[in-house]
């Protein structure tokens, strides 16, 4: 603070007005919850509405969530959005779960897999002249309608960074209530050593207002993001 010229003292003084106090703490508060704050506890009504609420939030930020009730129906819905975009190159995680699911290969576009049998340069050369980039979601979050998607070796961020179109696919049971469900899978994954790259939080498609408060869509990421889930049950 000093360097910028504001006196140290006097910005804690506005901080505790502005926390309704009339002077600074003398020592630490005292905090007897530990974890996430009470409205962020998973109650059993939240758990129970998770894909419908993850459906309406992620929608509300202008994303699309189509759910499927087979294979066939997911492989057939990725088909009819990229004939809607007049997709032609698509780059695809390769990854077991999602090839489950979807058959890359009979799209009919041209389809680069994220492997190992190419270089990190050559892919996100790939990735960036793609139209469309279509990975697994490790997890959909129902409180916010975000996508936790976790990136290695064979599942490369770039694919879900730097294509105009993100097509994210999972089934039904990754649909968690909150980000605490997310964190607690990350810390079990922490103590087994399988920590992954990195974990990217997506929440509907890439928008920023830092010029002049204008919102602009898709600058620092895909403009459409894009869901398929799986309901298996």
Known sequence: MEQLGIPEQDFINTVARALGRSEP???????????????WQEDE?????????????????????????????????VKTWLTE??????????????KELLQPETLGVNVQ??????????????????DVG????????AYTGSMAVLSGARTGRS??????????ICKRSQIVP???????????????????????FITGPSRTSDIEMDLSI??????????IVLDEQ
């Not at 879900?160 to 179109?165: A, D, E, G, N």
């Not at 909150?178 to 990217?200: C, E, F, W």
């Open 178 to 200: 909150t980000m605490t469900s997310v964190i607690k899978h990350l810390v079990d994954l922490r103590g087994q050593g399988h920590l992954p790259a990195t974990i990217n």
């Open 85 to 98: 975009l007049e997709a032609k190159n698509v780059i695809c995680w390769d990854h077991g779960d999602l």
């Open 113 to 130: 897999l994220w492997n190992d049998g190419h270089s990190s340069k050559e892919l996100i050369d790939v990735a960036a002249r793609a």
């Open 25 to 39: 703490l003398k020592h630490a508060p005292q905090r007897d919850i530990v974890g996430p704050p009470d409205f």
């Open 218 to 227: 898709g600058v620092h990421g895909p403009y459409r993001t894009w869901v």
């Open 159 to 168: 694919v879900s960074l730097l294509p105009p179109t993100h097509i994210g």
């Open 45 to 77: 009504e939240i758990r129970k509405h998770s894909l419908e609420l993850f459906k309406k939030n992620l929608e509300g930020l202008s994303g699309r969530v189509v759910i499927a009730q087979s294979a066939a129906e997911v492989q057939q819905q």
């Open 134 to 141: 279509i990975t697994w979601i490790n997890f959909g979050i």
